[in-house]
């Protein structure tokens, strides 16, 4: 069975745990780029921002981090997985 993935979203990383995260889906009369600058500077108040894809596995969220197309060669390195604290689920859901 394939691993649902939820979406693409920016997420903030501090000891190896997503501590924030925000999607990356604008809609379409909003300008993309100053949405991503809005997002990525809040993010970076809470932790070190990356981008990736949001997944559901093994019971828990996971922020599974994108490599930078450098890195997608023939042999590509494996993504870093990072899981997802319960208190930020709790606090986007709330």
């Given at each position: 069975m394939k691993t649902p993935r939820?979406?693409?979203c920016w997420?903030?990383?501090?000891?190896?745990?997503?501590?924030n995260y925000t999607l990356m889906y604008a809609p379409a009369h909003v300008d993309y780029d100053a949405h991503r600058n809005a997002c990525v500077s809040a993010l970076e108040a809470f932790g070190t921002v990356k981008g990736g894809d949001l997944i559901w596995r093994d019971n828990q969220?996971?922020?599974v981090q994108r490599l930078t197309?450098?890195?997608r060669g023939k042999s590509p390195r494996t993504p870093k997985e990072?899981?997802?604290?319960?208190?930020v689920l709790e606090a986007k859901n709330g």
């Open positions: 939820l979406g693409k997420a903030a990383i501090n000891d190896d745990r997503v501590v969220y996971i922020f197309h450098r890195n990072y899981p997802v604290e319960q208190s």
